[in-house]
C-alpha cells in the first residue's frame, strides 16, 4: 500500500501545532500553577507536613556568638581616663527552638509560646565558659545612673549598702557566670526589699532571663484567607500596640515575629518583624540579589535609619530620649536601667561614638546584621542578626564606686545570631524551588521548539510531496498526450495506405 505523503505531512502540521499551543498554554498556565502549590505550601497548616515542620520544629541549626568586650584599664577609667577594651571570643552556643502551646483559631490565626535553651559548643569557640573578663557592673553603674535624681543623702545610702555587699563598678568574673547568672548578696537583698527592680528573681546575668524562658505569647495569622498575611502578628501577649515608647507609631507591632514571611518578595519589598528582646519593630530592607546553592535569593540589611536618633530620622522621636545616632534607648523596657542597643562595635553609628573608647573597629563584614531570603516563598536561608549591649555610665554625686568616670556609652558585649538551611532541607528547597521549575520551564519551551520543528519539517515534507505530485501528473498528462498523438499519427498513416493502394 503506497502511503499518501501529503496527507502525513498535514498530520504532522497539525500535530506541530498543537504541540506549539500546548506549550504556550504552559508557558502561561505552568507559573500559575507554581504559585498555587507555593500558596498552598506557605499557609500555616499541619497539613502541609514540611513548611509545618520548619515553622513549628525550626529543624536549621541556630548559634549565638557572643563577644565580650574585656575592659583593660578599670582603674584609669575611674580616674576619667577613655576606657581601652580588648575583643575575647566567641563563646558559641547552640540555640534550640520549639514552640508550644499551639493554639488555632477560627480568625485563621494562630497562638503559640516560643521557648528557647542555649547549650555551650567548645569545639566552635575561641575559648571555654571560664576564662576570665572584666567588664561594668551594671548592678552598680547602671543603678548608679538611675539613682542620680535622688537626694544626696539616699545616695550616699546607696554608695554604703554597695560597699556592704562589696560591690564595685567593675566586674571581674568567668564567663559563664557573666552569662547565666552569678549569686550576689546585693541582689539576694535587692529582690527581698525592692521585688520588680530587677529582671530576674534568681541569679544575675547578661542572659540569665533568656535561657529557658519564652518570647511571649504571638498571635500570628496563617495566612488561610490571604497569604499576604502569613506569619504576620495580630497581637503579643494579648497586645495590638506596646506602651514602652512616646510616640503610636514607635508602638506599633508591625511585620512578622521574624522567622518567616509572606512569599512573592520583590526588590521593593522589606522586611519587617516585631522583636520582644528589642522591644520594637524593625524593618530590613533590600540590598542586592545573591545565590546559595543554586537557590536565588534576596539579601536585606538594616537601614541606617533603623537605629538613628530623632534628629536624624523624625520618625525615630518616639524612641527618645535618644543620645548619638546608632544608638536605641531601651531603658524604658528594661527596668529604667540605662542600656542601649546598637550595631557591633559601633558599626553605621554616629562616628563620634568611637571617639570615646580605644579598641573598636567596625566594619560591614564582620558587624552588619542580614537576612537572606528566598523571594518566592519568604523563607530565610541564612541568618546572621548581630547587636550590641551597651552601658551609659558617668559620675555621680555621692555614690563614690562612679569615681571621676567620664560620661561615656560603653560596650559591653556583642553577640550574633546565625543559621542556614542545609542538609535534606536544602535538598528538597533546591529540588522543589530550583529543578522543578527549570524542568517546567525548559518543557514550555521545548514544546514549543518540537512543535516549530515538526511544523517546519512537515511543511517542507508537504511541499515537497505535492511538487512530486504534481510532477507525477504532469508526466501522466505527457505520456497520454505523447500517447493520442501516436495513435493519431498512426492513424493518418493508415489512412494514406489505404487511399494509395487504391
Known sequence: MRINKTKVSLGFIVAGALTVVFGVVLLFVGPAVMKDQIIKNTVIDPKNELSYTMWKDVPVPFFMSVYFFNVLNPKEILAGEKPMVEQ????????????????????????????????????????????????PNMLVL????????????????????????????????????????????????????????????GKFGLFAEFNNSNTGLFTIFTGKDDIRNVHRVDSWNGLTELNYWRTP?????????????????????????????????MELVYQRPGEMQGIPLYRYVAPK???????????????????????????????????????????????????????LSPSEDEHGLFIDIHPQTGVPLNVSIRLQLNLYMKRVSGITETGKIS???????????????????????????VVLPAVMEYMQYGFIALGLATILIASLVHHKARASEKEQIKDSLDHETKGKSFIKNAGGCAHKGIHKHE
Not at 103 to 123: A, G, L, W
Not at 158 to 173: N, R, V, Y
Open 305 to 359: 535609619t533603623l537605629f538613628a536618633n530623632g534628629t536624624d530620622y523624625a520618625p525615630n522621636e518616639g524612641f527618645c530620649p535618644c543620645r548619638q545616632s546608632g544608638l536605641l534607648n531601651v531603658s524604658s523596657c528594661r527596668h529604667n536601667s540605662p542600656v542601649f542597643i546598637s550595631h557591633p562595635h559601633f558599626f553605621n553609628a554616629d562616628p563620634v561614638l568611637l571617639k570615646y573608647v580605644q579598641g
Open 407 to 433: 560620661e561615656v556609652v560603653m560596650p559591653m558585649i556583642w553577640f550574633e545570631e546565625s543559621g542556614y538551611i542545609d542538609g535534606p532541607i536544602l535538598s528538597t528547597f533546591h529540588t522543589n524551588l
Open 142 to 201: 547602671g543603678a548608679s545612673i538611675m539613682m542620680e535624681n535622688l537626694p544626696f543623702a539616699v545616695r550616699l545610702m546607696i554608695s554604703a549598702t554597695f560597699k556592704t555587699f562589696k560591690e564595685g563598678p567593675f566586674l571581674t568574673k568567668p564567663v559563664g557566670e557573666l552569662m547565666w547568672g552569678y549569686d550576689s548578696g546585693l541582689v539576694d537583698f535587692l529582690n527581698k526589699y525592692l521585688p520588680g527592680m530587677l529582671p530576674s528573681s
Open 249 to 281: 507609631q514607635c508602638n506599633m507591632i508591625n511585620g512578622t515575629a521574624g522567622q518567616m514571611w509572606p512569599p512573592f518578595m520583590t526588590t521593593e519589598s522589606t522586611l519587617p518583624f516585631y522583636s520582644p528582646d528589642a522591644c520594637r519593630s
Open 88 to 135: 575575647k571570643g566567641p563563646y558559641v552556643y547552640r540555640k534550640q527552638i520549639r514552640k508550644e502551646n499551639i493554639t488555632f483559631h477560627e480568625n485563621n490565626t494562630v497562638s503559640y509560646r516560643e521557648y528557647r535553651k542555649y547549650f555551650f559548643e567548645p569545639s566552635m569557640s575561641a575559648g571555654t565558659e571560664s576564662d576570665i573578663v572584666t567588664i
